[in-house]
């Protein structure tokens, strides 16, 4: 049997350092700037470790690769990298003028966010966080952290024994990724070719359709290239270097058919980034997706139009294009349609199969006792489970005493079991997985309080779970171990909540916020502080958690499901179905015919074999490329934001 090397070494460490103190900040920074997150792809970092490793002249080894492709989106991405961000947020919402409007001022806690009164005071201080009157809020901050990491570690062990180990679900975006981390790690020449070719077209193909019509945009309509940057660095909004996304190959015809079909969405893409995805999904599972996009927005929503069941507050209008029809489509009706449907999606194969889920956690008591994975005993890993949600009932019930601790046990013990199965299952079918939004609001809406303490208490269900058992998933073909991902995981959290600490009370050493150093803090935080605030009035609406719809589309989910299953043999048609009705109906329709046309024409041209083998690098491959030029749109955006500190 060979022996599995380790994967947390001194170079990974140094790699963690370098993406935790270097580019977190430069994530950091430029959130405040425009509000949005740096479109940095993780597989940026990797390669370039990577490739300094060889050129040295020892190569990574895949397990060194798995760890840093396991930690990607915590490195790079927006949940580390803003978390004492927030605080900063939170505390300008409650000396917002609009907050107070609304009424909710004199209810924020003082364990929330610092009290008003010493709000001038921290304006005052080199470095905010280190006021006295953070040491509540930061700590309660902290303990959820914890609380929340103990309790999806648990939940990943869980949804790895279920989805993984027992239902053997293909999981296709993980196992693309782990496949290329293989490639980088092994550096055989062919699937390294297909790698390489696959991101230098990626790299033409954004140049053409989305970089270069970004950057002479301005250039056409100013008369240069050099007044477009100037005014860029004014500020005013307009410009070469803060030019909003650039245009897809998207058509949009929901307006032309809105005569004849009123609520109907139909909108079409030919943007590759979207096609290639498809390739790696089954044929049935895509056109589930699709019956699932096109049911929502192009059937459901003529049917709720005709009928008439828009809001007053919302009326329909042939002007909508299809961003508005699927927003306000989800908005006030599907949240609800969706969690029934993913009730029936995850309870009903229960019921049915019941042993499934006691094989899943036989599988997990067998690791343990097995020791290869140094998986925990199951009864610990129940007992971390139970008591890590039980601190966060107790925090939550300790915050707001009022608050019914019976909706917080249901919902936060019970809801992390649900929504991380449901979320593990998605992903094991589909690439994109599920979501489900507003999570945070569906205890404190079935809960009937009405106090408003508890829209700043720490309620969270959790659902990472998801996350940690494909990483797992990736361990096994990487030959790495859950254990050391797990030590790694706890590693690199705190590695980013110490970096978004420091480089937080940086930059508030350097203009406290908001501030028109950081232009977001001014124009952008208004809008978020009103939606906020307008939310906790428009939960209790009764239109994003409709009894009867959730009701209703479990029975239609269980029967889907039955139908599908017994009569079909195809089980996860339904939860293909759910995934298909998150997306729009291009993204959907791209897909589908990205399988149709891998599965059907490219497995002809390439033959099975190298087909099967190649199309995780394929995928891959050209978005490291498309994200390349990404970044390079996005470090361009920040260099010409950032031109206020320069005198002139």
Known sequence: MQKIRRGLTWRTMLAFVFATFIIQPAITYYYLISNTVLPLAGWLIIILWT????????????????????????????????????????????????????????????????????VNDLMTVRFVFLHPSWVTPLSITVISVLLGLIANISMGYFCYGLYVQVEKLDFPAATAQAETALTLAERKSEPLRVLSISAVLGVVYNLISNFLPWFLGPYMSSGGVAIAASTAGLGTGGGLLTAQAAPLLRWDFTQLIAPILPGAGLSFTLSLIYYLPGILLPIPVSLAQVIGSYAFYFVGTHIITRLGFWPAESEYN???????????????????????????????????????????????????????????????????????????????????????????????????????????????????????????????????????????????????????????KQADICEATHAEYVK???????????????????????????????????????????????????????????????????????????????????????????????MSPELAMAMFLGSLLGHKLAIRFLGEERFFRWRGNIVIGFTIGWGFLELLRGTLMLIGRSMWIIPY
């Not at 993913?342 to 194969?349: E, M, R």
């Not at 009932?393 to 019914?404: A, E, Y």
């Not at 508030?508 to 028109?516: A, C, E």
């Not at 017994?566 to 939860?575: A, E, V």
Request: aromatic share 18%; glycine share 6%.
């Open 488 to 582: 790694t995981f706890l590693i690199v959290v705190a590695l980013g909540l110490v970096s978004s600490f420091i480089s937080m009370n940086i930059f508030w050493s350097i203009s406290p916020i908001p501030s028109s150093a950081y232009p977001a803090t001014i124009t952008l935080w208004p809008v978020d502080a009103m939606n906020w605030a307008r939310l906790q009035y428009w939960i209790w609406s009764g239109y994003l958690f409709r009894d009867q719809l959730i009701i209703g589309s479990f029975a239609a989910g269980a029967l889907i499901y039955a139908i599908s299953t017994y009569l079909f043999k195809m089980p996860f048609f339904l939860i293909s179905f759910i995934t298909g009705g998150m």
């Open 51 to 118: 490739e300094l490793a060889a050129a040295f002249g020892s190569p990574l080894s895949k397990q060194e690769v798995f760890i840093l492709l396991a930690f990607q989106w915590v490195l790079t991405g927006a949940t580390y990298a803003l978390y004492f961000v927030w605080p900063v947020k939170y505390m300008y919402y409650s000396t917002s003028p609009i907050v107070e409007a609304f009424g909710i001022t004199p209810y924020i806690p003082s364990w929330w966010v610092p009290p008003r009164s010493v």
């Open 318 to 472: 042939v002007s909508w294009t299809i961003d508005t029809l699927v927003q306000r489509a989800q908005l006030y009706f599907y949240v609800s349609v969706i969690i029934g449907l993913g009730l029936a999606a995850v309870f009903v194969p229960v019921l049915i199969k019941p042993k499934n889920l006691l094989r899943a956690f036989s599988s997990i008591s067998r690791a343990s006792s097995a020791s290869a994975e140094g998986a925990p005993p199951l009864k610990l890993l129940l007992l971390l489970f139970f008591a890590s949600c039980s601190g966060s009932v107790l925090l939550i019930h300790f915050l707001v005493p009022n608050f019914p601790i019976w909706i917080l046990i249901l919902f936060i013990m019970g809801g992390s079991f649900f929504f991380s199965f449901l979320g593990t299952s998605a992903a094991g079918v589909t690439y994109s997985g599920i979501t489900v939004p507003y999570l945070q609001q569906l205890p404190i809406y079935y809960s009937g309080y009405q106090g408003r303490d508890i829209w700043f208490a720490p309620v969270n269900i959790y659902t990472d779970g998801a996350y940690i058992a494909q990483a797992f």
